[in-house]
């Protein structure tokens, strides 16, 4: 009977046994859900081309690590912060000098939010550089959906500080978005609230950073991750080894977020951001500048509202919409660009961009254009510039190299064009007049 029962009691082992002879006995249950979960976000096994740092430089998985960061720092400060103009900026005052490791942790939200505009625009240029939007239409949208996401979660933190700075940076922006039509006009007063920057901004601008846009941002993370699963990983033409996903994927990526928190922490005890004077709608800032991710469209809106404003935008946002739909190339996919030859020319026609738009910008500020009619002005100047040398670019490398080729020329001229804009325009000083960083305002400015 005893016998019978020690049986009876051992029946559920034994059965469990039964069922996996010829499996490690290792194999426990918590180490089947880790790995389970380590294959849900990863394939079985993925490419050594995959591995190379040169790949994909680990673009994004750097952009996943700095969202998380502000996450986790963000949901902390929203324990202290006060969204109304008479609370926000004391709040963040406390935040800083009250709250323990408080200003460390603002400094690390903030950084890590323009880090992650850095990293999304990087990577988006990656995916251009190598072709990998062929066939993965939906994933490039969302991609891009991302992009204008990032750029609207950190604009709407912008304002929050409610300082000087802030605040008519935040007008700046609004402002631009009457040379829009249509959508500048209806998205104007949905943002602010009413006709000017006030209280109601601040609430709809908190409430977009904390919930609204973060909610998308995820949605379309996820989407954008399953998609890439979805379309077997990264974009490769041509057959190329594999290797477990575990370990040597997973142990990368770990080593990866490690250094990026790392090197940001760093970066936050040895760089400040001082807040500005607390906002003063009655005394506005001189110069009155756009966040330094706008304020190369400030720049090009200073030289003529319709083409710096609208068209400009309009025509880069339609290029690349439109890019993986045009290139129907399925060669050379997920190579860096087709040939040396082929990156010689995108070279030549970055430098030469560079040096026209520099010279352009130049000459706009000698005394003797000043006599030049403002229609003139309007027609003839470095933005417009940018668009013709977009366009002929083009025709000279789809020419030579092929359609592709010639697309990518395109975005180079837009890219090269947009980052010179925004150089100049981190530049300029009171009344808008240049002065390279290590010079001094006039008076104490």
């Known amino acids: 009977m005893k016998e019978l029962l020690r049986a009876f009691w051992a029946l559920p082992s034994r059965v469990r046994s039964d069922l996996r002879r010829g499996v490690d006995a290792s194999d426990s249950p918590s180490r089947r859900m880790r790995r389970n979960f380590v294959y849900h976000l990863h394939p079985l096994k993925v490419t050594e081309r995959a591995l190379a740092p040169t790949t994909t430089f680990a673009l994004g998985l750097v952009t996943l690590t700095l969202f998380l960061t502000t996450a ?22 406390d935040i800083e000098h009250l709250v323990t490791l408080g200003e460390p942790l603002r400094l690390m939200h903030r950084f890590a939010a323009h880090l992650m505009v850095v990293t ?6 990656r995916i251009v550089a190598m072709g990998a939007y062929r066939c993965r239409e939906i994933n490039w949208l ?7 996401l990032v750029l609207a979660l950190a ?21 631009m978005l009457d040379h829009m039509p249509l959508f500048g006009v209806m998205a104007k007063p949905l943002l602010l609230g009413g006709s000017e920057v006030g209280g109601a901004t601040l609430l709809r601008f908190y409430a977009m950073h904390v919930a609204v846009l ?4 995820v949605a379309f993370a996820v989407l954008h991750l399953w998609r890439i699963r979805r379309d077997g990983g990264l974009a490769y033409a041509g057959e190329a080894s594999t290797v477990p996903a575990w370990p040597h994927l997973v142990l990368r990526e770990g080593v990866i977020v490690l250094v990026v928190v790392g090197l940001l922490a760093l970066w936050t005890l040895l ?13 506005p ?15 090009m809106v200073s030289y003529s509202a319709v083409i710096g404003g609208f068209i400009f935008p309009g025509f880069f946002a339609l290029l690349l919409l439109a890019l993986p739909f045009l290139d129907r190339d399925d060669d050379a996919v997920g190579g860096w660009f087709a040939s040396s030859a082929e990156r010689l020319r995108l070279v030549v026609v970055a430098a030469l961009t560079a040096a026209v738009v520099v010279a352009a910008v130049w000459m706009c500020a000698h005394p003797a254009l000043a006599v030049l009619e403002t229609w003139t ?8 510039l940018s668009l013709a040398l977009c366009l002929i670019a083009f025709a000279w490398v789809s020419n030579g190299s092929g359609l592709r080729s010639g697309l990518r020329a395109a975005l180079a001229v837009l890219v090269v064009s947009l980052l010179v804009f925004t150089v100049v325009g981190i530049c300029r000083g009171p009344d808008w007049a240049f002065f390279w960083p290590w010079e001094e305002y006039p008076g104490g400015i």
């Not at 969302?142 to 204008?148: E, H, M, T």
């Not at 760089?271 to 005394?283: E, G, K, N, Q, V």
């Not at 309007?378 to 417009?384: A, D, H, S």
Request: net charge negative.
């Open 72 to 93: 986790v720092t963000g949901g902390l400060l929203m324990l202290y912060y006060v969204p109304t103009p008479e609370g926000a900026y004391a709040s963040i005052l």
């Open 120 to 125: 999304v625009a990087l990577h988006l240029l």
């Open 142 to 148: 969302f991609g891009l959906s991302l992009l204008a």
């Open 155 to 175: 604009f709407s933190g912008y304002l929050l500080p409610w300082d000087q700075t802030s605040y008519w940076a935040v007008r700046v922006v609004t402002n």
């Open 214 to 217: 973060p909610a998308f941002l």
């Open 271 to 283: 760089i400040d951001s001082p807040l500005a004077p607390p906002a003063d709608p009655m005394r």
């Open 285 to 299: 800032s001189n110069p009155e500048k756009a966040p330094w991710y706008f304020v190369g469209f400030q720049e």
């Open 377 to 384: 002005q309007e027609l003839v100047n470095p933005v417009t």
